[in-house]
T-cell receptor, first 115, second 112 residues
């Protein structure tokens, strides 16, 4: 079956512009996560959606970052007034919540470059 | 801050050598996972360990979860060039939320 897809794969923008990053999770997965990864580094948790529950936004670095998940499926991560330090790869993952193991399936990421 | 310290951050070895990557924390995790990531792709899950002292083997890879569930190691025997990549450990405090805390990663380069 299809995996997690993300678009665009690459985004170059100018400082101060807004950007939207899209994630299409695996069909039937009720949990969705956004992470940020700096070059060659580990992943930094940003936000987590689970079904109709209020999202866990505890990882968002500033109020310029927001995310929504429409209809329990597709998610959009929005960064307003982008800064150069926002440059990173933004990864989305989804998870089927049944079962005891915590397996997340990752998309290929969106590489964001802020000039 | 709940951190996972991963070491070494970079490792360059010859094909056929053995290596070990470590992942340490002061926190107890309900489960710990190891991922491998190749350039331009998302991380791919290698293994999940949930029981203190647990050892899992995946071909030439051996994963161990510490008795206190605060640390883990990944050992690769007779490394091959195909093992080259970024290895990430990630811990979960709750099996319900699935929220993961990642280590900084270990970049492994296996030379022919």
């Amino acid at each position: 079956g299809a995996g997690v897809s993300q678009s665009p794969s690459n985004k170059v923008t100018e400082k101060g512009k807004d950007v939207e990053l899209r994630c299409d999770p695996i069909s039937g997965h009720t949990a969705l996560y956004w992470y940020r990864q700096s070059l060659g580094q580990g992943l930094e948790f940003l936000i987590y959606f689970q079904g109709n529950s209020a999202p866990d936004k505890s990882g968002l670095p500033s109020d310029r970052f927001s995310a929504e998940r429409t209809g329990g499926s597709v998610s959009t991560l929005t960064i307003q007034r982008t800064q150069q330090e926002d440059s990173a790869v933004y990864l989305c993952a989804s998870r089927r919540t049944s079962g005891i193991f915590n397996e997340q399936f990752f998309g290929p990421g969106t590489r964001l470059t802020v000039l | 801050t709940q951190l996972l310290e991963q070491s070494p951050q970079f490792l360059s070895i010859q094909e056929g050598e053995n290596l070990t990557v470590y992942c340490n924390s002061s926190s107890v995790f309900s489960s710990l996972q190891w991922y491998r990531q190749e350039p331009g792709e998302g991380p791919v899950l290698l293994v999940t360990v949930v029981t203190g002292g647990e050892v899992k083997k995946l071909k030439r890879l051996t994963f161990q979860f510490g008795d206190a569930r605060k640390d883990s190691s990944l050992h690769i025997t007779a490394a091959q060039t195909g093992d080259t990549g970024l290895y990430l450990c990630a811990g979960a405090h709750s099996s319900n939320t699935g929220k993961l805390i990642f280590g900084q990663g270990t970049t492994l380069q296996v030379k022919p």
